[in-house]
């Protein structure tokens, strides 16, 4: 069955930087866009990034551009989430989330999503 697996979340400082993984199997992971995807406690989720299949398209929630990259390794089966100048308001639980080919910013239009990473940035 498709498994996608976040890792690397945690507790920094406003300012830090952390890294975010998602390992996919049970897919052919080149022919879905992924999605990173955030719920903070009392909110609703929220879209943060997106790539296409390819890499070769992104997309990013405002509060998000010039602060997070998302990219991915095909060749490894995983995205990744670089979020730099971390914001206490970025405190949440992080999901990666797979649909096919192409990016969507709206969840319900993802197939496939993870358990989810905590992510806490402290001011």
């Known amino acids: 069955q498709v498994q996608l697996v976040e890792s690397g979340g945690g507790l920094v400082q406003a300012g830090d930087s952390l890294k975010l993984s998602c390992a996919a199997s049970g897919l052919t992971f080149s022919m879905y866009a992924m999605g990173w995807f955030r719920q903070a406690p009392g909110q609703e989720r929220e879209f943060v990034a997106a790539?296409?299949?390819?890499?070769?398209?992104?997309s990013y929630a405002e509060s998000v551009k010039g602060r997070f990259t998302i990219s991915r390794d095909n060749a490894k089966n995983t995205v990744f989430l670089q979020m730099n100048s971390l914001k206490p308001e970025d405190t949440a639980v992080y999901y990666c989330?797979?649909?096919?080919?192409?990016?969507?910013?709206?969840?319900?239009?993802?197939?496939?999503w993870g358990q989810g990473t905590q992510v806490t940035v402290s001011s």
């Open positions: 790539i296409s299949w390819s890499g070769d398209s992104t």
């Open positions: 989330a797979a649909r096919p080919l192409t990016i969507a910013v709206l969840g319900d239009l993802y197939q496939y």
